[in-house]
């Protein structure tokens, strides 16, 4: 006699993050300017000014300070996700826009 398994429910309270394309992300997210000298060029915005903040000393620092409904981090699968997070991150990007609280996105960046 075969066993029949149950399927397990989704966990509560976990949400699918919406995939947003590159383009879609740039339009919806305008991204905010690295102040510091020493921007990392690869990743620009519109007016062709560094975005990408480093993962340590005063550009993390400044990371940190934001809400972090405007962080969004550059991981190292070639995502960028949502939120603030530590492990498998290349960089941090944050936005002029807010997303709302609840809101999960990843962008594919090999599209």
Known sequence: MAVKRR???????VVEPAVLSLAEFERRFP????PFEDAEPAWQNDDDEGCLFE????????????????V???????TVQSGY???????????SVRRQRGEHFVVRLDD
């Open 7 to 13: 399927k397990r429910p989704a966990a509560r309270g």
């Open 31 to 34: 991204l905010v300017a690295n």
């Open 55 to 70: 993962t340590f000393g005063e550009q993390l620092d400044f990371v940190q300070g934001r809400d972090e409904l405007f």
């Open 72 to 78: 969004w981090t550059v991981m190292d699968d070639d």
């Open 85 to 95: 997070h530590v492990a498998n991150r290349s960089g941090y990007l944050v936005s």
